[in-house]
């Protein structure tokens, strides 16, 4: 029970933005939506977070629908380096949703 | 430098025998949770731990089993009753458990295990 679904694949530019979509239409009013990648073989690093707000910091920006179904995650400026598996996540309380994912290909 | 550890890197195992994975975080955090990803897959949850001799089930506990003796470490025990343990093993800490929902959980560098 993933609660969200992604893209599998998708490719992006060096030096373009990436904008990583997700769908999660069941969502609840007090789950936040939590965005991770993953490196091959490394553990998942922490991106951003939010709950209705559209949410930026050092690495990414986070757009949420008003009608909360929906959400996409931004990498302005996408490098060799942002190549990674994308979860976007259901944060319930004592439980993380993991899907799939979306597998990020910057190519040069 | 503060984080999360995870020992060893590679480990393996032959048939019928329990191994266990170290886990260990400096973070001060009070929740420990170990999630398992198969190839190609996400994370799913096998057990968790809200404070030190206190720990749940996740979704995915049988063949598996862990202790909580201090808030840094939270071992996990691969019995022989996990018939299919091959698998990438991660650890994970937050600072609040109970009640909250927009914890942030952090992620150690995992443990593949192979059998032999």
């Known amino acids: 029970d993933a609660k969200t679904t992604q893209p599998t694949s998708m490719d992006c530019a060096e030096g373009r933005a990436a904008n990583l979509p997700c769908n999660h239409s069941?969502?609840?009013?007090?789950?936040?939506v939590y965005w991770y990648r993953q490196i091959h073989s490394q553990g998942p690093q922490y991106i951003i977070h939010g709950l209705k707000n559209n949410e930026t910091n050092e690495m990414a920006s986070l757009i949420i629908t008003e009608d909360r179904k929906s959400s996409t995650l931004i990498l302005p400026h996408a490098t060799l380096r942002d190549t990674a598996v994308y979860y976007c996540i259901v944060r319930a309380i004592n439980k993380f949703y993991f899907g799939s994912g979306t597998k990020l290909n910057v190519k040069p | 430098d503060g984080g999360i550890t995870q020992s060893p890197k590679y480990l393996f195992r032959k048939e019928g025998q329990n191994v266990t994975l170290s886990c260990e975080q400096n973070l001060n955090h009070d929740a420990m949770y170990w999630y398992r990803q198969d190839p190609g897959q996400g994370l799913r949850l096998i057990y968790y731990s809200q404070i030190v001799n206190d720990f749940q089930k996740g979704d995915i506990a049988e063949g598996y089993s862990v202790s909580r003796e201090k808030k840094e470490s939270f071992p996990l025990t691969v019995t022989s009753a996990q018939k299919n343990p091959t698998a990438f093993y991660l650890c994970?800490?937050?600072?609040?458990?109970?009640?909250?929902?927009?914890?942030?959980?952090?992620f150690g560098p995992g443990t593949r295990l192979l059998v032999l």
């Open positions: 994970a800490s937050s600072i609040v458990f109970i009640g909250a929902n927009q914890e942030t959980q952090y």
């Open positions: 069941t969502i609840s009013g007090n789950e936040y």
